[in-house]
């Protein structure tokens, strides 16, 4: 009988109690049969993602929720990871980073990060060509790309062909960069766009073209006609770019499919997933919108048999909890339960000559009374036929505390459970 492994992540599902879920997590309140179903056959624990105390951005998590870990070693950053998974030009030297459309008062105070999330690709394609048109910084060429909502990647290239300096800080207040990672900083009140500041002298050059092209960006923006629309339309106007994640060099990293000896595929929708799944060697496949939960599970029951590991990524949790919306919370996993788990059962009920194990957790913690990445600990599900239960019944952070597989890091979780599977008389 063949065994296949399915490993979905929910982005930002851990949480903690909720006011407005009469002190329960989203995951406790939500109704979740499918959910349950699998836990009964299960094993429950706890994951932190990348250590205690650091609260990671998807990116760096993700990576360790996939084995990889950097504790001790520079990472290469976030905007090159998305300028791979948006099939941008990056070459070694370059300078990419994540950057977010953002909303700013005349004193460039930050009034929505993400320029009230109501940004459709029309009004995102036509502030890029007008920065493109408009922007000019000297010696430097740049590419600039829109790609899921409020998300844009920049790459800046040196015309002579130089290389640019990483080692420079974000303008956007809300992470800080350490070696590399970056990590979430708690909401405040009131946050500022931030000047970028060079931390190494090969890297000046760096905090210069940033800063730069962020004032410009401001400028060129403030009474652009797209803003104009935009008001008039009663949506948030688009005036900034925030920078974040700077990197300029290549990733080379161990496939996963050697470190590990099985066929990985992965059902990724968002630039930073699709560039892990590129840099690791995984299988991508077309998730179509993040939200289309039946057709993911429909790709996924129909792939199955060309791999041995399938990681999935779903996206929905994080953004309510980012937006503080505790409700919204729970219904994105009672949706997730019931369009994407739910006909994948079914489907794999009908392949009998397939062996299911499901490894179930998060990337990282966004609670919703916090609107922010925090290193709250993850549940983690292990499930298949053979999996001797231990009083887990459902997939919450309450069963996560009282699991026999207890507290661990996000780079164990994948050697782990394969321990655990092989301790079942499976060999992988």
């Avoid at 503080?324 to 006909?343: M, Q």
Wanted: net charge negative.
């Amino acid at each position: 009988m063949q065994k296949k492994i399915i490993y979905v992540l929910l982005d930002g599902i851990g949480d903690l109690p909720h006011p407005d879920l009469d002190g329960l997590t989203p995951l406790e309140a939500a109704q979740t049969p499918n959910l349950d179903l699998i836990a009964h056959n299960g094993v429950s624990g706890e994951v932190t993602s990348v250590g205690k105390g650091i609260a990671p951005q998807s990116d760096i998590a993700v990576f360790n929720m996939l084995s990889y870990n950097f504790k001790d070693q520079d990472y290469f950053g976030r905007g090159v990871v998305e300028c791979i998974g948006c099939n941008i030009d990056f070459k070694e030297g370059n300078l990419a980073l994540r950057g977010n459309f953002a909303t700013i008062d005349q004193n460039k105070r930050i009034i929505d990060r993400r320029a009230g999330r109501k940004i459709s690709s029309s009004d995102a394609t036509e502030v890029c060509n007008l920065i493109k048109e408009k922007v000019i910084i000297k010696d430097i060429e740049f590419f600039i790309k829109p790609t899921i909502g409020h998300r844009v990647i920049l790459n800046f290239r040196k015309k002579d062909g130089g290389k640019l300096g990483d080692n420079i800080t974000n303008t956007d207040p809300a992470y800080d960069k350490i070696n590399g990672m970056g990590v979430a900083m708690l909401d405040k009140d009131e946050i500022y766009i931030t000047e970028s500041k060079n931390k190494d002298i090969e890297s000046k050059f760096s905090a210069e073209i940033v800063n730069s092209f962020t004032n410009q960006v401001v400028d060129v923006l403030r009474d652009s006609k797209i803003n104009k629309k935009r008001i008039n339309a009663e949506l948030l106007p688009i005036n900034c770019i925030l920078l974040r994640d700077a990197g300029n060099r290549y990733p080379h990293i161990q496939p996963i499919n050697d470190k590990f000896n099985l066929n990985f595929a992965s059902l990724v929708d968002m630039p930073v997933e699709i560039g892990i799944s590129k840099i690791l060697g995984i299988t991508p496949y077309d998730a179509g919108n993040f939200n289309e939960y039946e057709l993911k599970s429909k790709i996924l029951a129909d792939k199955i048999n060309n791999h041995d590991f399938f990681y999935v990524h779903l996206k929905g949790p994080d953004e309510f909890g980012h937006d503080g919306n505790a409700l919204g919370k729970k219904k994105s996993i009672e949706e997730i339960d019931a369009h994407f788990f739910k006909p994948l059962i079914e489907e794999l009920n009908n392949k009998e000559d397939k062996d299911i194990y499901f490894i179930i957790s998060g990337d990282h913690s966004t609670p919703c009374i916090k609107k922010a990445h925090t290193d709250d600990p993850i549940p983690l599900l292990v499930s298949g036929n053979n999996i001797i239960n231990d009083g887990t019944f459902r997939f919450t952070e309450e069963y996560a505390k009282k699991g026999k597989i207890g507290k661990i890091l996000g780079f164990e979780v994948i050697n782990q459970s394969l321990n655990l599977l092989k301790n079942n008389k499976h060999k992988f």
